[in-house]
């Protein structure tokens, strides 16, 4: 079933730039969506367009299934760089947007733990920052965005600042993670190699203005 739609959307910055035009995309609950295209094709863009963090110039975000109109709520956010808060030890910074979003302390402990086993972090709840390698940093990341028990995971290149060996590692967490927790994502990424691997389905964008050119099956099974 549907469970976002982006229909003719065209978005043109303050400064003149159309980032995107005619850009139709449907995601489907289960669905691994990745975006693939060059820099500067307005992935990032679609992501806050989905996200609820920017609005369309013209076209709509529709969310079928749901009569909530906020979001907002719904959708874990996983940024490229990992923006933990280097003066607060793991679990504190996976706990903060609990805390923002009125989780009771209680409820949020437990949510803690079970979404740093999920990445395999538990034995690091009480390291900081800038004890752990980079990986580590962006499963922290990813714990934390799972802690909100979201329906939507947004993933904006999540690993592109990691070696390779770590990359690949985290792609198959990313896989078993989302077998287990069955949610829907949409992962950006410049990598026809990460969008094959992990993706149900491709959505391949090309630039100037950015807009969906073909979609092709992935090798990770559907919903
Ligand atoms: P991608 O994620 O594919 O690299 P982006 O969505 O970041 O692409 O950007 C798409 C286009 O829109 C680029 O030309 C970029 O320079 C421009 N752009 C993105 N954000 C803004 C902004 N806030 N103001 C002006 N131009 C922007
Ligand atoms: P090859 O077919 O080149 O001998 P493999 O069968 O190991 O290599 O992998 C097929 C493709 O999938 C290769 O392009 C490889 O880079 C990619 N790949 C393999 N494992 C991973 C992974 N964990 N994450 C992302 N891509 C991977």
Known sequence: SPLVTLQGITKVFANGVTALEGFDLGIRTGEFVSLLGPSGCGKSTVLRLIAGLDAPTSGAVTWPGSADADHRSEIGFVFQEPTLMPWADVADNVWLPLRLRGVSKRDAQERITESLALVGLSDFARAYPRE??????????????????????????????????????LND???????????????????????????????????????????????????
């Open 132 to 169: 752990l390698s980079g990986g580590m940093k962006m499963r922290v990341s990813i714990a934390r965005a799972l802690s909100l028990k979201p329906r939507l995971l947004l993933m904006d290149e999540p690993f592109a600042a990691l070696d390779e060996i770590t990359r690949f590692r």
């Open 173 to 223: 967490d990313l896989l078993r993670l989302q077998r287990e927790l069955a949610c829907t994502i949409v992962f950006v990424t410049h990598s026809v190699y990460e969008s094959a691997y992990l993706s149900s389905r491709i959505a391949v964008m090309s630039p100037r203005p950015g807009r969906v050119v073909a979609t092709v099956a992935g090798e990770a099974p559907g919903p």
